[in-house]
């Protein structure tokens, strides 16, 4: 379960964890979150809760979520890039962008940053730290990814309400069968990014 070691590792504070959702996903943008937990602050319970967020159920995520952005020792931020932005500087540097405005959207300015991967965004203000399998492992990276994924599946949902017929409400715009048939009956919609080679090779004239 994810703890306070690698914050108490970082040797100066605030720590701010970050973590992002929508690298895979054929449609929509990728965000990230960034959150910074006040430890002495926080209410009974609410740590403990915390984990990676591909580990909780729906309606657990959304919970936890909801107690996080409600909390007076919980700062946060989210930070999106859009398809333009994916299909034009390319997902991993898309991702980075993200990251960086989130962490940029923070009220409080972070000592160490605590990147969730192997790689951490260029151009930030202070030391950072790429955790591979954070969001397990650190409380404050576990964290990110809660708000992170119910953020963006939010935005999704609202997607779906507008693009009905690819399943963005439940599959978050991946390549499931339902989004698959979905292309196939109604084609690319703007939200799709066309530089990933499922929506390319839908775009592109067979000339065999």
Avoid at 6 to 34: K, L
Avoid at 176 to 195: A, D, F, I, K, M
Wanted: hydrophobic share 45%.
């Amino acid at each position: 379960m994810p703890d306070f070691i690698h914050e108490d590792a970082c040797g100066a504070r605030p720590v701010a964890g970050v973590d992002e959702v929508g690298r895979g996903p054929w449609a929509g943008p990728v965000m990230a979150a960034a959150v910074i937990l006040d430890r002495s602050r926080l209410p009974d319970g609410l740590a403990e809760a915390l984990n990676d967020s591909k580990k909780l159920s729906p309606a657990r995520r959304t919970e936890i979520c909801a107690r996080l952005v409600a909390c007076d020792a919980v700062t946060w931020a989210v930070g999106e890039a859009s398809v333009a932005e994916i299909d034009s500087l390319n997902i991993l540097q898309a991702t980075f962008l993200a990251m960086r405005r989130a962490l940029d959207s923070l009220s409080i300015s972070p000592a160490h940053v605590l990147v969730d991967g192997n790689k951490c965004p260029p151009g930030l203000s202070c030391r950072a730290t790429a955790i591979i399998g954070g969001d397990a492992l650190s409380a404050s990276i576990a964290a990110a990814s809660i708000i992170a994924k119910v953020q963006r599946d939010r935005i999704m949902l609202g997607l779906d309400a507008c693009f009905p017929g690819y399943g963005w409400g439940s599959n978050a715009g991946y390549g499931t069968p339902e989004h698959q048939q979905g292309l196939l009956t109604h084609g690319v919609t703007e939200h799709h990014r066309r530089s990933f080679a499922p929506i390319r090779n839908l775009l592109t004239p067979n000339m065999s």
